[in-house]
């Protein structure tokens, strides 16, 4: 034991993130654990800090053990080898998997030279830089002109426009309830704005060909923002690949960065959040005090006000999970939860049927853990949207949030076979 308490003692006092040449970190050497922690989680998360290990996501739930997935630094493995816990290994190199993602690549031009060309689909075989996202929705919408129009939802910490897509059909825009989708709420989880920019994608290709698609777009209006964090993913891909929140500073703190989704002004304090400024889930000074959270949550305000919202989802990365309401308590239940609950197990049953890529689904709380100050629960009781959903995408921590490029179109595919089901069947 003296031993092992000497070991944490230095740990923090030797180790810092690398950087190479460029000013990157580098994850070289990082392990990824699974790790049941036993009966003190406090104390395990304590041993993290000590370890200068990343916590990547944690499963509080009932379906499993509860488990923390982290990155060990290599100047610590030894360290927590000594801590004696039940983990397995997931990932042997960190910096292998985030080398497996690929370069950020160029933008595929559209394959026609015409005004009305949609994207190539080469978009989706690999990760590309921010201003790319921007200039793949620019030709999307040139795609559909008549039926749709580029949107902003406010701006970011760093004055970036929060970009997304407007899509309508026969009715005209704005004059049917309101679907709602965004991306990369999280900095780091890539594939989420991917998979966005893929559903888009499939709606305007699919309008004027495809009678379910048709049906789709004339019934409801979609409002699609693939990355309402700018400034965090261009940090991801700049500087550390595995940052998670806004880049917003604050004069009380030297830390950086507040969690947009813990930011929400709605059940905002309580379990599930953190009030330490350096925490990946800090909830920030004040209930929706992220310029982030305000655009997004605007323009949510403002289609719950007009015809309503029948759909929001809030899409992340990573473990496979269609969640529910709520992440504030596991005891509420939404006035529809049966319906949600019947919903969500066939919607994941149709992304199976592709791929046979499996999700677990549930509420968020009692499924996963708990959030406070989460997107779900502000968009199902303040918006009183009919069906409030987030949805983790691949994989379940093989790769987690470093999911290589070549299941960037696998993953679209598949998610794109569940939302057909669910705005089918809804």
Known sequence: ???????????????????DRRGKVVYDGYKILRVVPGGDVAAFEAQLESLEAIDLTHNHGHL???????????????????????????????????????????????????????????????????????????DLQSALPSNSELITAGKSFEGRDIQGIHLWGSGGKGSKPAVYFHGNVHAREWISSKVVEYIAYQLVAGYGNDAAVKA??????????PVVNPDGLIYTQSTNRLW????????????????????????WDGTGSSTSPGSGRYRGERAGDTPENTGIRQLGDQLAAGRGIKLYIDWHSY?????????????A???????????????????????????????ICSTLYATAGGSTDYFTD?????????????????????????????????????????????
Not at 216 to 225: A, C, E, K, T
Not at 322 to 328: A, Q, S, W
Request: net charge negative; proline share 5%; aromatic share 12%.
């Open 1 to 19: 034991m003296k031993l092992l308490q000497l070991l944490l003692l230095i740990a923090p006092l030797t180790l810092s993130l690398r950087l």
């Open 64 to 138: 499993d053990e509860e488990h923390f997935d982290v990155a060990i630094p290599p100047e610590s493995l030894a360290a927590f080898e000594a801590l004696n816990l039940t983990s397995e290994v997931l990932s042997e190199d960190l910096g292998a998997d985030i080398a497996l993602e690929g370069e950020l690549a160029e933008y595929p031009e559209p394959e026609l030279a015409a005004a009305a060309a949609l994207p190539s689909l080469d978009w989706f075989q690999a990760y590309h830089a921010y201003s790319a996202h921007l200039t793949f929705l620019r």
């Open 216 to 225: 789709f777009l004339d019934n409801y209006d979609f409002y699609i923002l």
């Open 244 to 267: 998670r929140k806004n880049r917003q500073t604050r004069s009380s703190t030297s830390a950086v960065g507040t969690d947009i989704n813990r930011n929400w002004p709605y059940k």
């Open 319 to 331: 473990g496979q999970y269609i969640l529910t309401p709520y992440g504030y308590s596991c005891s």
């Open 333 to 363: 239940s939404a006035e529809n939860q049966s319906r949600q609950n019947t919903l969500a197990r066939s919607t994941a049953n149709a992304i199976t049927s592709l791929y046979g890529t499996a999700f677990t689904t549930g509420p």
């Open 382 to 426: 303040v918006n009183k949207a009919e069906f409030g959903w987030a949805i983790e995408l691949r994989d379940t921590g093989r790769n987690g949030f470093t999911l290589p490029a070549t299941q960037i179109l696998a993953s679209g595919e598949e998610a794109w076979v569940g939302i057909k089901y669910l705005l089918t069947n809804f």
